[in-house]
């Protein structure tokens, strides 16, 4: 992911970078106190075909204001998601006309930005009118997931390990940190391990998106979790005390990952009772 | 998708209704004139789209985007205002868009598509 900020005024810069780090990685954030230097790294990143993901830019600069920049950053980088950073109110209107992604008052804190990018990632398309009927999935022996009795099958071995996982957890969220430490358990968490796990992160909701099942991966902007409401599931209804449930399983529960030994362990010992 | 309408005015609704049905032929698209009815009709169907004035009787659009945000945290909803002065307000309460009124179809097919 690439981060630009750009603040004239240095001590404020070096506050919001402060702020950013807080919630991107440090070596993602790059700051400029000039609209030239900042189009310059924009432009540079478009000739190596890489993306500037968001720019957080304050309003009253020497030279031009930060609406006219945004206008002629987006020229280059189309795609890249506004932040306003200013101390004034009156632009608010002027970012929304220009489809700002976000207006943040200033002193800018980490807090606020959190916020920002979570606006951004809701996906208020998501309609129960597309939602397929049934989607079941099946925990004992191993994995799989069925949307309307037909066996999904994942673009990628990991992102179903993903799904797994989710599963397991039982519609609590988890952070890209803790996806690493699952998926990739004897590497470190990374700037390499991260990015992976966030084009794992999208392969899933891609394959559940295009099955009309998207609605049932909760995303926000360092957390995923799966709605568990909005899926029928052996193991759900094992702890429910659902006979059928119960009697079928059979000592094995999702077989082919390790980390779900432990529930495992737990379902045996509460079949035995 | 539904949308829900909420204006005050029974003949700026009217306008708003036929602008909003104009752009999208395909939605179900449900106005109100009164913010209290708005949020039981919500209460029983996922809106997935607002339009709100920013000034309603007893009410504003941002009290009532909070509380259409706790029955669909998803929901989608734009503020239509006279003017520029809840536009701030607009953008801490994460509103999708901003618009003054009248509203154009031009602005409400931004809106969808922001």
């Known amino acids: 992911m690439n981060i630009l900020a750009l603040d004239d005024e240095r001590l404020i810069l070096d506050d919001m970078l402060a702020e950013l780090r807080k919630v991107f990685d440090e070596d993602e954030i790059v700051g400029f106190e000039t609209a030239e230097s900042a189009m310059n790294y924009a432009s540079d990143l478009q ?35 506004i932040v306003f950073c200013t101390a004034y109110s009156e632009y608010a209107y002027d970012a929304y006309k220009m489809h700002a992604s976000g207006y943040l008052l200033k ?11 979570d606006a951004i990632a809701r996906d208020w398309r998501t309609s129960e009118s597309t939602a397929p009927k049934d989607i079941r999935v099946q925990t004992f022996g191993n994995f799989d997931v069925f949307i309307d009795n037909k066996q999904v099958s994942f673009q990628r ?5 993903l799904f797994a ?17 699952i998926l990739w358990e004897d590497r470190p968490s990374d700037k390499t391990t991260l990015n992976q796990a966030h084009t794992v992160i999208s392969s899933l909701k891609k394959t559940l ?20 409401t909005k899926i029928k599931c052996d193991v759900y209804d094992f702890y429910k005390g659902d006979a059928i449930a119960v009697n079928s399983y059979r000592g094995e529960y999702m077989a ?7 529930t495992n362990a737990d379902l045996m010992e509460k079949s035995r009772r | 998708m539904v949308i829900m309408l909420v204006q005050n005015n029974k003949k700026e609704l009217r306008k708003l209704m036929s602008c909003v049905s104009a752009v999208c032929p395909r939605d179900l698209i449900v106005g109100f004139d ?10 029983n169907r996922r809106v997935d789209m607002c339009f709100a004035d920013a000034m309603l009787d007893n009410s504003s659009g941002i009290a009532l985007t909070r509380e259409l945000r706790d029955l669909n945290e998803n929901v989608c909803v734009n503020l239509l205002a006279d003017d520029k002065e809840f536009a701030v307000d607009a953008w801490q309460h994460h509103i999708n868009n901003y618009l003054i009124k009248p509203v154009t179809k031009a602005e409400v097919r931004d809106s969808i598509i922001v």
Do not use: C
């Open chain 1, 256 to 262: 082919q990952y390790s980390w779900a030994e432990m």
């Open chain 2, 34 to 43: 009164d913010a209290d009815n708005a949020i039981s009709y919500a209460e």
């Open chain 1, 47 to 81: 000739a190596h075909g890489e993306k500037l993901d968001y720019a957080f830019l304050d309003i009253n600069l020497r030279g031009i204001t930060g609406l006219e920049f945004a206008k002629k950053l987006k020229d280059v980088q189309h795609d890249t998601k």
């Open chain 1, 209 to 228: 998106k295009e099955l009309g099942a998207g609605h049932i991966i909760v995303k926000t902007w360092n957390h995923i979790a799966v709605d568990t």
């Open chain 1, 157 to 161: 071995e990991k992102a179903k390990e």
């Open chain 1, 107 to 117: 002193p800018v804190e980490a807090a606020q930005i959190v916020e920002t990018l």
């Open chain 1, 165 to 181: 996982y989710l599963i397991d957890r039982n519609g609590a969220a988890i952070t890209t940190g803790e996806i690493v430490s």
